[in-house]
């Protein structure tokens, strides 16, 4: 019996996870459910928009609610109202909340009998693991973990909200030398400025301060002053024919060492080069969706990460097919 799904937002990732349902031939996609009038939101597959409300009303008619909301301010909402009423899945992705987010939905998924799944993207998520079983492997094992090259949507926000800006898109960029010396075992000890660079495409208002929002973005804390940051100013037009799509990517490198006096190195490294971030990270939610439906099933409740997720439960193949092909 397929999976039955309903999605909750609709913006970039909202559109990769229906994409993604859609591409699997065991799930079946029951609607969208979105904040705006829905007469104003049209889907890709043509499958039916609800204002929020009916998600009050539709309990019986999902197994799985994935939430696309943002980490910001919608999750740590939604996960525990949602969690109390249907088996969800989310991407909350605020590292430093992760541990009271769990709590939130863990206590209202139990007291609801439902099972709910969080941080399901790349990092946190397929990285996570990347980062567990490398360091269970390697017991003291040093983790490093580098994104890009790649858009970060949170970033290029930023810089949309100085003055004078009309656009912008944000590139972080690993520093290859700091990546070169991971690899070859070397454990260096980085800091944020020597791991990434930040490079910046801007379309400014005619007449801006050019000079005013350069000196604003590279120096503006918690975003752009712990890196060296290089602004380009380009016109609109070229902002949107050159950086118009929304790649990302990133790797994980661990090093550990075996042997009675740790004389044998290893290096692990898991690598992801993303055309579409919001795409990718909406078929691991598929995925999610899949494996919390039939840990659901099991009677399993409360809030798990993919820390807790055996991975044959997030494959549409059986097991006798996995130990064939995959084994």
Not at 71 to 85: F, N
Not at 211 to 218: A, G, L, Q, S
Not at 243 to 262: D, E, F, R, Y
Request: glycine fraction near 10%; hydrophobic fraction near 40%.
């Amino acid at each position: 019996m397929a999976v039955r799904v309903g999605i909750f937002g609709y913006g970039n990732l909202g559109r990769g996870v229906e994409l993604a349902v859609n591409a699997s031939p065991d799930m079946e996609l029951v609607g969208v459910f979105t904040r705006r009038d829905p007469s104003a939101v049209h889907t890709a597959s043509g499958v039916q928009v609800y204002a929020e409300s009916a998600l009050l009303e539709m309990t019986g008619q999902i197994d799985v609610l994935v939430l696309c909301g943002g980490s910001a301010t919608d999750l740590p909402v939604q996960g525990p109202k949602y969690a109390a009423l249907y088996n969800i899945v989310d991407s909350f992705d605020t590292h430093a909340n992760i541990p009271a987010h769990f709590a939130d939905v863990d206590k209202a998924a139990r007291d609801g009998g439902k099972l709910g799944i969080i941080s399901c993207g790349w990092d946190p998520g397929m990285f996570s693991l990347a980062r567990i079983y490398a360091e269970s492997v390697l017991p003291g094992a040093s983790t490093y973990t580098f994104w890009g090259k790649g858009v970060s949507q949170g970033h290029s926000d930023a810089i949309r909200r100085i003055d004078g800006v009309v656009d912008a898109r944000q590139y972080t960029v690993p520093v290859p030398e700091a990546m070169e010396e991971v690899r070859a075992g070397r454990n260096p000890e980085l800091t944020t400025r020597q791991k990434h660079t930040r490079v910046c495409y801007v379309a400014a208002e005619e007449g801006a301060d050019l000079e005013r929002i350069n000196r604003e973005i590279v120096t503006m804390p918690n975003y752009f002053s712990d890196y060296d940051t290089t602004v380009h100013f380009i016109t609109l037009e070229q902002l949107h024919e050159e950086h118009s799509g929304l790649p990302h990517g990133g790797s994980v490198i661990s090093c550990g060492t075996t042997g009675a006096n740790g004389e044998n190195t290893h290096v692990i490294e898991y690598k992801l080069d993303l055309d579409s971030n919001p795409e990718f990270t909406g078929s691991i939610l598929a995925a999610c969706a899949r494996a919390v439906a039939r840990m659901a099933a099991e009677g399993r409740t409360g809030c798990i990460t993919l820390f807790d997720v055996a991975p044959a439960y997030l494959s549409p193949q059986s097991g006798e097919e996995l130990r064939a092909h995959l084994l």
